[in-house]
């Protein structure tokens, strides 16, 4: 079967799965436009990229799965790839744990993943409280048609037949405290929530966002003390 063009490997990295070791894939293109995204040329010219092949990635895992805990697949937007499920099912054949970047845009596809088996993770990103003026905003698109579906996803999620973490990139104009605070009553339940600073000083999908200073240290904490008032397993990565 058909695989999905991949557009970028890693080969080892141990910031991608909290405590394990991982490979990372990079699948292009994405359903979203978040203004402060800074893989920009994997979002809207991923044809500027050369293409690996599968064959490339699978000789150099082939071998490695004593050390190697398994693999990302981020993106980009992976679960836009119809092919994404071959390619779990590829890398689980090698004795590889699989784990999925998302943002939360296709729970069918989520929901056939977890069902057969094929993913051990999963990573989704909440871009901003549950409302369309906002997640409009956070995505660079209009979310009214988006919003029911990343409902849907966490509700998936929530039911625990698969690990996973929901996580927030907090970005100075976009997110308040009100609207940390929002996104932890439609998580409420769940089994971990991780903040994460906007960078800053990097080229952004929006221009304007590379300029932002980031959140202080101390304010980056004030958001986990407030999340974990509601989700108590939050932390800052």
Excluded at 103 to 119: A, C, F, Q, Y
């Amino acid at each position: 079967m058909k695989l999905p063009e991949i557009k970028g490997f890693v080969d080892l990295s141990l910031v991608d799965w909290d405590g394990k070791v991982s490979a990372v894939i990079f699948l292009p293109h994405c359903n979203l436009r978040c203004p402060f995204c800074y893989n920009i040329t994997l979002v809207l010219k991923p044809e500027e990229m050369p293409t690996i092949t599968f064959e490339e990635i699978a000789q150099y895992l082939k071998g490695k799965e004593n050390w190697l805990d398994g693999v990302t697949i981020t993106g980009g937007e992976p679960t836009i790839s119809p092919q994404l499920p071959e390619l779990c099912r590829r890398l689980k054949e090698m004795g590889l744990g699989v784990k999925l970047d998302t943002n939360g845009t296709n729970s069918v596809m989520i929901r056939e993943l977890i069902d057969r088996k094929l993913v051990d993770y999963i990573a989704m990103d909440v871009k901003a409280p549950f409302n369309i003026a906002k997640y409009s905003l956070a995505v660079g698109v209009d979310a009214k048609k988006l919003l029911s579906e990343i409902e849907r996803t966490i509700e998936v999620l929530l039911q625990g037949s698969v690990d996973y973490e929901f996580r927030t990139t907090i970005v100075p104009t976009l997110h308040s405290k009100e609207d940390i605070e929002q996104i932890c009553n439609g998580i409420k339940g769940c089994k971990k929530y991780i903040l994460q600073s906007f960078k800053g000083d990097v080229e952004t999908l929006n221009p304007q966002f590379s300029n932002i200073k980031p959140f202080s240290p101390p304010e980056m904490q004030e958001f986990v003390k407030l999340a974990k008032k509601v989700v108590p397993n939050t932390r800052l990565r």
